[in-house]
């Protein structure tokens, strides 16, 4: 099978490679379709993130959907033909908080495209069939693929508490702004303030179900509470310092702050405010438990996800799938079709 592989930070190879045969309990997957992530694209510029660092040739890619092709022994929950979107952390399913449900957090989980552990931007995967979700019909293989951002925002909508009746603001409308904007609404959020200093991604935004958009070139987000704006939920999706200073600064009393973005190793905590209004701040790492939901979100059209899908791109192009940002400003969300046609 083909193979789009980091061999050193900008340089991608295609290369051949064994297809995997599954294993005791996984299922062999055809992968049809992988969205481009800010972390792939991070790992291609620089070779790593943080103290994650690529030390040996690594394929790309963590939110693959496909179609199941083959069981491994003693594999039962799927049936070959049958779609599927790949959740891409295994647990290791022993360990203290993988037992308490919070899988997302155990310190030995194996996730795609995550040194040393390859990634799915290739043509055949084998997985834990019990992270292979079975979609319904009239989902596709580009809708699996992206259940894994709205995991994302499934995720940090429940860190907040998103609930019916919720005001929430959404700062930074990129992919996952916009689709936790989009999820805040499906758990009920009756007001949904997106904000960002692309016209173009606010206008995506009002597209897609926010009651409002802020530029913070033309109006500071400080200037929200006088207005009669105070959220009760900051779903922080931009990962600037100055940003969440200022959008924690924007909160109600007994309001809850999710950063989601990923920015500056530290960040200037506007501390008056959180002890006087007894603000929650918490972080989000990943998921668990989120696929069934994002799943129904999906199908029931609550969250629109190919709306987001701004390239295309066959394997062998890969790597114009990870420098697409930086050359089209307009870019959501690139995709890979690892499949020839």
């Known amino acids: 099978m083909r193979a789009a592989v980091l061999v050193a930070p900008k340089q991608l190879a295609i290369q051949e490679r064994p297809v995997p045969r599954p294993g005791?309990?996984?299922?062999?997957?055809?992968?049809?379709?992988?969205?481009?992530?800010?972390?792939?694209?991070?790992?291609?510029?620089?070779?790593?993130?943080?103290?994650?660092?690529?030390?040996?040739?690594?394929?790309?890619?963590?939110?693959?959907?496909?179609?199941?092709?083959?069981?491994?022994?003693?594999?039962?929950?799927?049936?070959?033909?049958?779609?599927?979107?790949?959740?891409?952390?295994?647990?290791?399913?022993?360990?203290?908080?993988?037992?308490?449900?919070?899988?997302?957090?155990?310190?030995?989980?194996?996730?795609?495209?995550?040194?040393?552990?390859?990634?799915?931007?290739?043509?055949?995967?084998?997985?834990?069939?019990?992270?292979?979700?079975?979609?319904?019909?009239?989902?596709?293989?580009?809708?699996?693929?992206?259940?894994?951002?709205?995991?994302?925002?499934?995720?940090?909508?429940?860190?907040?508490?998103?609930?019916?009746?919720?005001?929430?603001?959404?700062?930074?409308?990129?992919?996952?702004?916009?689709?936790?904007?989009?999820?805040?609404?499906?758990?009920?959020?009756?007001?949904?303030?997106?904000?960002?200093i692309s016209p173009q991604r606010l206008a995506l935004a009002s597209e897609l179900g926010a009651t409002a958009t802020v530029n913070p070139h033309d109006t500071p987000l400080s200037s929200l509470p006088s207005a009669g704006f105070a959220p009760d939920v900051l779903l922080e999706c931009s990962g600037v310092p100055a940003v969440i200073d200022e959008a924690i600064r924007t909160l109600g009393r007994a309001g809850r702050a999710v950063l989601v973005g990923m920015g500056g190793d530290t960040v200037p905590l506007p501390l008056a405010r959180v002890q006087n209004f007894e603000i929650e701040v918490t972080g989000t790492f990943r998921y668990a438990n989120t696929w069934p939901t994002a799943i129904a979100l999906a199908a029931s059209g609550e969250v629109a996800l190919d709306r987001l899908i701004s390239h295309r791109y066959a394997l062998e192009d890969a790597e114009q799938g990870l420098t697409a940002a930086a050359r089209d400003r307009t870019t959501i969300k690139p995709l890979v079709r690892p499949q020839p046609h």
């Open 24 to 196: 005791p309990g996984q299922v062999l997957v055809r992968i049809e379709a992988v969205g481009i992530c800010g972390s792939d694209v991070h790992y291609y510029e620089h070779g790593r993130i943080g103290d994650f660092v690529v030390r040996a040739p690594m394929v790309l890619g963590h939110e693959p959907g496909g179609t199941v092709v083959a069981l491994g022994p003693g594999a039962r929950r799927h049936r070959p033909g049958q779609l599927v979107s790949l959740e891409p952390g295994i647990p290791c399913g022993t360990c203290p908080q993988c037992r308490r449900g919070r899988y997302n957090l155990c310190p030995d989980v194996s996730f795609y495209a995550t040194p040393p552990v390859d990634g799915a931007l290739c043509e055949y995967v084998a997985v834990d069939e019990n992270f292979a979700h079975p979609l319904p019909e009239g989902l596709t293989a580009e809708t699996a693929a992206l259940l894994e951002p709205l995991s994302v925002g499934v995720w940090a909508s429940r860190k907040g508490r998103v609930a019916p009746g919720s005001r929430v603001l959404v700062t930074g409308a990129g992919p996952i702004g916009l689709i936790a904007a989009q999820t805040a609404r499906a758990f009920g959020a009756t007001e949904v303030i997106v904000t960002d």
